[in-house]
């Protein structure tokens, strides 16, 4: 036959077992990025900054008069 000599499948190919932890990372961040870019898409929420005269918080500038 194929001179296998007792292998099924695969043609002598041999196992990787599990992938390694960078290949992982790599998929889960193009997967979040994929995801977040179909969802923006999608809402297209608006992600414009404030100006910085409003982002001064509790201490802006109208409360140095007092």
Do not use: C
């Not at 979040?32 to 999608?42: C, D, E, K, R, T």
């Not at 910085?52 to 918080?57: C, I, R, T």
């Amino acid at each position: 036959m194929n001179g296998g000599g007792g292998k099924k499948f695969g043609g002598g190919r041999v196992p990787t077992g599990t992938p390694s932890l960078a290949w992982s990372s790599v998929v889960v961040v193009v997967s979040l990025l994929a995801g977040a870019s179909i969802v923006h898409n999608i809402y297209k929420p608006d992600m414009t900054l404030p100006p910085v005269e409003a982002a001064d918080g509790v201490g802006g500038s109208n409360q140095k008069g007092k």
